[in-house]
């Protein structure tokens, strides 16, 4: 996951790969055929810094004035405010070329011009003016710099590393800033196109190289991420045919006994007071007290941008915003909630998909929610806060499955509609006591007429036994420190007898 945004990716490359000490003998070029790169974009003017996936790849030749080049062919992962793009397939996005000495040329596939991008015969110290940096269309000319050239061992191989530092080409008085890292047969460290940075761009895009590749081979990949594209934009939240499974626990007596799950389902849009809004149907199986209730309500939301509201009675009440930065809030009236975002992290899902997550935390307002907030899906414990507010003998549990149209995006080791009954048996029975201690420690306590081997086994709610021992003595303790809170069953086999015994570890 990402814990900075502002870092380099150089940072990355360097503390991935070991540094080489021979210098690379043969200049490696940077334009091959069949070769790919994944490049993440973030915008600093947006919060919480929307990443979306640039991929690039080349294809055959062409001819331009006589002039051998690449086709540079290239999709994005979202259409954001500045990128507009194929976001399904490949389309041809420019044309590349390479001359012997290390000089690396683009053309706009809507332009005549071609820019340079790069020059890796260039040494320490030597300047030159470019005009392709970063944004799709150049704003001014901007004048490098190159500060220092090393050899790292980078992608399996000794390969010259230039750090570049710019400036603007029309203020002579400012400071040289570095900028930009070249690496000798893949590019920038920025990605393949961002080979300079323009001055006064402020808080607009950043770029950072995900992947690399060469003849389908996968040389580099960022060490911060297990995937090479990444989109976390916001999402249409609640989209017809989403699904969500969140596990819930009922209680006899203040003491958790079974467990069972909410479900909610986004089933059509419809209007209300002209606001085009999703119907959700909420259900529960099982009520608070373990009998078979079947309860279903139907809730209505809107979204607006990257808020989402809760339609009721003809009003609106703000439900989640997911343009807030950290350290921002936003009070959920209807629920008298404060949402206070402590940080922006990332989850990867089933399908390879990334989407951000806020981690929020307690602050000094009343009825704060303090768990986590995932983009386009809501509370990680319900979509609603406290569902199961008014009613003590339930506890809402963790998020257990999220699919839209069918296609899992999060899944746990579970069935989605998975519940348990009530185990009859109290925590003793005619073969045993069982006794949950401090820090996690189980004391099972044999009766006296019970001789001979006993097998023990350790049941979770889900039915996987998680612990087993054989034993011959009178009692037994067994440290289970590791496991999860929650409800579990214990075993008791012998020879001829079976108990099994509720416990509940806190």
């Not at 380099?8 to 360097?14: A, F, M, P, W, Y």
């Not at 810094?49 to 080049?69: A, K, M, N, P, R």
């Not at 997550?357 to 602050?363: E, G, L, Y």
Request: a negative charge; one cysteine or more; aromatic letters at 14%.
């Amino acid at each position: 996951m990402k814990n900075s945004i502002t870092r380099t990716i150089v940072t990355s490359l360097l503390l991935l790969f070991v540094a080489g000490t021979a210098k690379a003998q043969d200049y490696l070029p940077v334009i091959k055929d069949n070769a790919e790169w994944h490049v993440l974009w973030y915008n600093l003017s947006q919060a919480p810094f929307d990443h979306i996936t640039e991929s690039l790849q080349l294809e055959g030749d062409t001819l331009v004035d006589d002039t051998h080049y690449k086709k540079v062919m290239r999709k994005i992962s979202s259409e954001t405010l500045y990128w507009y793009g194929s976001t399904e397939e490949y389309s041809l996005y420019g044309l590349i070329r390479e001359e012997p000495e290390g000089k690396v040329f683009y053309q706009p596939i809507d332009q005549d011009t071609t820019y340079l991008l790069y020059d890796f015969g260039m040494n320490v110290n030597d300047t030159a003016v470019m005009r392709w940096c970063q944004l799709p269309n150049p704003i001014a000319n901007v004048t490098i710099r190159i500060d220092s050239i090393t050899t790292k061992y980078i992608a399996g191989m000794d390969r010259r590393v230039y750090y570049v530092s710019s400036k603007s080409t029309h203020d002579p008085l400012q400071e040289w800033r570095w900028r930009n890292t070249w690496i000798e047969g893949i590019g920038a460290a920025e990605g393949l196109l961002y080979s300079c940075f323009p001055t006064g761009s402020g808080g607009g895009p950043r770029f950072e190289l995900l992947c690399y590749h060469e003849e389908g081979e996968l040389l580099y990949m960022d060490p911060e991420y297990d995937t090479c594209v990444v989109d976390n934009t916001t999402v249409e939240f609640a989209p017809v045919g989403a699904e969500w499974h969140y596990e819930r626990l009922y209680n006899e007596g203040g003491n958790p006994t079974g467990v069972t799950y909410d479900r909610f389902r986004s089933l059509r849009t419809v209007e209300i007071n002209g606001w085009e809004c999703k119907e959700i149907e909420f259900f529960q199986n099982l009520d608070c007290n373990g009998e078979v209730n079947p309860h279903t309500e139907y809730r209505y939301i809107t979204q607006e941008g990257k808020q989402v509201f809760e339609v009721e009675n003809g009003e609106r009440y703000l439900l989640y915003d997911f343009g807030k930065k950290p350290g921002e809030w936003w009070y959920a009236p209807k629920y008298e909630d404060t949402i206070y975002v402590q940080q922006v992290s990332y989850a990867f899902f089933a399908d390879g998909s990334c989407r951000y997550v806020f981690i929020t935390a307690p602050t000094n307002h009343d009825n704060l929610y303090f768990n986590n907030i995932i983009n386009g899906i809501g509370m990680d414990y319900s979509v609603f806060p406290f569902e199961t507010q008014g009613q003590p003998s339930c506890t809402n549990g963790p998020i257990r499955c999220y699919t839209e149209n069918g296609i899992p995006l999060i899944i746990s080791n579970v069935d989605c509609d998975y519940e348990v009954l009530t185990v009859d048996d109290n925590t003793e029975s005619a073969l045993a006591t069982v006794t949950t201690m401090a820090d996690g420690l189980l004391h099972v306590e044999f009766s006296e007429t019970l001789m001979g081997k006993k097998q023990i086994h350790i049941i979770d709610i889900t039915g996987k036994m998680i612990h087993a021992i054989d034993t011959h003595e009178d009692f037994c303790d067994i440290c289970l420190v590791d496991k999860p809170k929650g409800i579990y069953i214990t075993q008791i086999i012998t020879d001829s007898r079976i108990a099994q015994i509720k416990f509940v570890l806190r």
